[in-house]
């Protein structure tokens, strides 16, 4: 009740100040989006997705869209995740899959292990033991490759072994997963943010 009252109360103050700023939004053209061409030779965040086992091509279709939106360096692709060009990803993707660099790789092991060797940094995203929050990452733990996992299962046990470390995101309610795409989503903002305060 005492919520209840507080908010009422917060409401009826505000009302009276009205925030005369006009919001417009934007077209496409006043966006100052790069074209594919300047885009591709744009510096990119040294971030690395990998989608291992993803069953939905929709969901691969979002990741390749965040992916070119959050600027990361590439993609990659392994087990059955499915690859470009399919039409269930063309229409996630819109375009995305055309600009962000990715590639194949149907053993994941050998693509992390090349990572790893290049010294980057990698990082699981799953619930575990010795999990560490998502959002303590520092500038230090750069260049990165974070890897998702299979949209029921998750990530394989021998893909863990294979992590430096193994990130979660925290969660408040009854069910203890995100979309895969979502929460690579929620990752990827939190280490472009990280890389670039």
Not at 38 to 62: D, E, F, T
Not at 74 to 101: C, F, H, N
Not at 162 to 180: A, F, R, W
């Amino acid at each position: 009740m005492w919520g209840l009252l507080m908010k009422t109360s917060v409401l009826s103050k505000s009302s009276h100040h009205f925030n005369m700023a006009e919001f417009r939004k934007l077209h496409g053209s006043e966006m100052n989006r790069m074209s594919p061409e300047q885009y591709a030779g744009s510096p990119k965040h040294p971030i690395y997705l990998m989608l291992h086992n993803i069953r939905s091509m929709w969901n691969v279709g979002s990741m390749f869209r965040t992916a070119d939106a959050a600027g990361i360096e590439k993609m990659i692709l392994s087990g059955y995740t499915a690859t470009p060009p399919r039409k269930e990803i063309d229409k996630t993707a819109l375009g995305a899959q055309d600009s962000v660099a990715w590639e194949y790789h149907a053993d994941p092991l050998v693509a992390l292990s090349a990572l790893k060797r290049a010294g980057v940094k990698i990082c699981g995203l799953e619930i575990t033991e010795g999990s560490r929050p998502y959002s303590t990452l520092t500038p230090g733990d750069f260049p990165l490759c974070l890897v998702v996992g299979n949209e029921v299962d998750g990530l394989e046990n021998e893909l863990l072994e294979l992590c430096d470390e193994v990130l979660e995101i925290p969660q408040y309610g009854t069910k203890h997963s995100l979309n895969v795409a979502v929460a690579s989503g929620i990752a990827l903002f939190e280490f472009v943010r990280v890389m670039r305060s």
